[in-house]
C-alpha cells in the first residue's frame, strides 16, 4: 500500500487549499482514509477521516464546516478541501489509511492509532 500526498502551500488567513491523496496497493473493502496533522512538540491528531464502504466522514471539531473530505468507494484519490484556512491550521499534513472500518458516533474512528500505512507529509503554513 502506497499513498502519496500533496497539495500544501503557504497562504494567508481566508485563502483555500485542496490537498490530495493518492492511493496504491489497497485490495480491501472495508478501509478507512484519513488526513492527519502535526505541528513540532505535539502528537499528530485527526483531521478528517472518511470510510470507504460508504463514505461517512469524521472531522475534527475545529475544521467543521470548513473543511471536506471526499474519495470514498475505491477512488484512488481522496481529497481534503480546506477553506477559511486560519493560522491554527498551520501543520504538517500527512494522509494514512486504516484497513478497517470503526464506527463511532456516525463516523469513522479517526485515529492514528488505527492506521496501518502513512504517505509523506505535505506543509500547509497559514500566516498573514
Known amino acids: 500500500v502506497q499513498l502519496q500526498a500533496s497539495g500544501g502551500g503557504s497562504v494567508r488567513p481566508g485563502d483555500s487549499l485542496r490537498l490530495s491523496c493518492v492511493l496504491s496497493g489497497i485490495s480491501a473493502n472495508f478501509y478507512t482514509i484519513g488526513w492527519f496533522r502535526q505541528v513540532p512538540g505535539k502528537e499528530r491528531e485527526g483531521v478528517s477521516c472518511i470510510a470507504n464502504s460508504d463514505g461517512r466522514t469524521y472531522y475534527r471539531e475545529s475544521v467543521k464546516g470548513r473543511f471536506t473530505i471526499s474519495g470514498h468507494n475505491f477512488r484512488d484519490t481522496v481529497t481534503l478541501v480546506m477553506n477559511n484556512l486560519e493560522p491554527e491550521d498551520t501543520a504538517e499534513y500527512y494522509c494514512?489509511?486504516?484497513?478497517?472500518?470503526?464506527?463511532?458516533?456516525?463516523?469513522?474512528?479517526?485515529?492514528?492509532?488505527?492506521?496501518?500505512?502513512w504517505g509523506k507529509g505535505t506543509q500547509v503554513t497559514v500566516s498573514s
Open positions: 494514512a489509511a486504516g484497513m478497517r472500518e470503526s464506527i463511532v458516533g456516525g463516523g469513522p474512528e479517526c485515529s492514528r492509532h488505527n492506521m496501518h500505512y
